[in-house]
């Protein structure tokens, strides 16, 4: 997650006039996974039943 604008770069050098369509998947990647990692820190004590462990 924090090496976007690197992943980008990369992207847009290495892929010549397609770059953009690779830019464009990473940068819809990226939303993805931002996106599951905040699902994943909410539920993670549903899914793990914390509550468990502290009785």
Request: hydrophobic share 65%; no cysteine.
């Given at each position: 997650m924090r090496n976007l604008s690197?992943?980008?770069a990369i992207a847009i050098n290495?892929?010549?006039p397609?770059?953009?369509d690779a830019?464009?998947?990473i940068a819809l990647a990226?939303?993805?996974q931002v996106q599951s990692a905040a699902w994943y820190v909410k539920f993670t004590?549903?899914?793990f039943d914390f509550s468990?462990?502290?009785a």
């Open positions: 690197i992943a980008l290495a892929f010549g397609q770059g953009s830019a464009l998947v990226y939303i993805v004590a549903k899914i468990a462990e502290a």
